[in-house]
């Protein structure tokens, strides 16, 4: 059976501040779903946030890129962004770029990742869901889930997995696309997905069955809206077990955490730490960066789950050592490689300043 798995996040509001979500208006936003399943328009759905950041998972019938699902995922954002007016939460509605829906969510501001995909005998999928990061952030996790056999153990001892994955990077600078083959291609690929600012893993692919393995939302908030809104808090599908790596070989890359832009005004590097979603709630300096796993087994496109996969207490460590990491960012204060590079920053007074100086300025000799 053919089922499609939708999930489409915006942030329309945070309480307090920007570290977590109203149940308000998330209620409202079950409210939405329910009635959405009721009048048969989505097979079923799950509600959950990360951070101040509403996700709704769906399944439904409708095909990837949906005017129906985007359309009700845009509707839903809306009549939260009118709760989250009344609480005067912060920043009602920041994620929604637009007045008025033109017929596809991408480019408005919310972040979307969907898959079309046959459901298997045992349908295993993992949501990873993060906050105070950007697009981008995937391509370490990816990369290590689908071609780094130090992570993923699969690609060595199991048959069906033995021949690779293939990465579909964009350039979401410049609006392009480029497939590589791997394990034959990840030296080139990690030239490119070394550098997430620019170029994102946007899906995988099985190399001999052509499945989709994993997608993941690329849309870039600031390029959307050309200023600083709110960072992109990307997600992830991950299709698991079978032809793809096991839950475990999923999860493993979060063991230790690693830098990711997006911490404090969108302007910082900080760990990504891997939490439940109760603790999905970001204040240290804003922060640091989350991320949140839910898993799910897909029956005849019915979510069985959620399952709190990164709630695990294996992950304690992580958490510590992501702690650690916060604390020798935090030192360097506004200083590099804490602070981003000039021309990363979402925020910066820097026109301003240099006008201020222009005639301070001198000509060095030599
Ligand atoms: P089970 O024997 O518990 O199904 O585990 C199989 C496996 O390969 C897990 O990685
Ligand atoms: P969000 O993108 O999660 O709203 O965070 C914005 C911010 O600037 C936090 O300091
Ligand atoms: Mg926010
Ligand atoms: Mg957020």
Avoid at 29 to 52: L, P, Q, S, W
Avoid at 203 to 221: C, F, M, N, P
Avoid at 225 to 240: E, H, L, Q, T
Wanted: aromatic share 8%.
């Amino acid at each position: 059976m053919k089922v499609t798995l939708s999930v489409i996040k915006a942030d329309i509001g945070g309480w307090v501040g920007h570290s977590d979500s109203y149940p308000k208006v998330l209620e409202k936003a079950e409210e939405a779903m329910f009635h959405a399943r009721k009048n048969n328009v989505i097979i079923d759905y799950h509600v959950t946030k990360c951070g101040d950041d509403a996700q709704l998972i769906m399944t439904h019938k409708h095909g990837e890129g949906s005017e129906i699902i985007h359309k009700l995922a845009w509707n839903t954002f809306l009549e939260c962004t009118e709760v989250a007016k009344r609480y005067k939460l912060h920043g009602a509605g920041q994620d929604l770029l637009s007045d008025a829906f033109s017929g596809n969510i991408k480019g408005m501001g919310p972040g979307v990742a969907e898959m079309e995909i046959d459901e298997r005998e045992a349908e295993s999928v993992l949501i990873f869901m993060a906050d105070k990061t950007s697009s981008g952030a995937w391509n370490m996790p990816l990369y290590k889930i689908f071609a780094d056999p130090f992570n993923t153990i699969g690609l060595v001892i199991a048959g069906n997995l033995h021949n690779g994955f293939t990465f579909e990077v964009h350039d979401v600078k410049d609006h392009k696309k480029v497939t590589f083959n791997c394990p034959e291609d990840i030296y080139d690929l990690l030239v490119l997905i070394g550098a997430p600012s620019r170029y994102c893993i946007k899906s995988v692919y099985h190399r001999d069955t052509g499945e989709i393995a994993a997608t993941s939302s690329t849309q870039k908030l600031s390029l959307m809206a050309g200023r600083y809104v709110g960072k992109d808090d990307p997600v992830c599908i991950v299709r698991a077990q079978g032809n793809f790596p096991a839950v475990g070989e999923v999860l493993e890359p979060f063991a230790h955490p690693f830098f990711v832009e997006g911490w404090m005004r969108g302007s910082h590097m900080g760990p990504l730490m891997p939490v439940s979603v109760a603790d999905a709630t970001p204040s240290r300096f804003d922060g640091p960066p989350r991320v949140i796993c839910l898993g799910f087994q897909i029956a005849n496109g019915e979510l069985v789950g959620p399952k709190d996969m990164l709630e695990d207490i294996s992950f304690e460590n992580a958490r510590g050592e992501a702690n650690l990491m916060a604390d020798i960012m935090r030192q360097h204060g506004p200083f590099e490689p804490h602070r981003l590079p000039l021309d990363e920053m979402e925020y910066t007074t820097l026109p301003q300043v240099m006008d201020k100086l222009k005639d301070r300025f001198e000509v060095l000799e030599d």
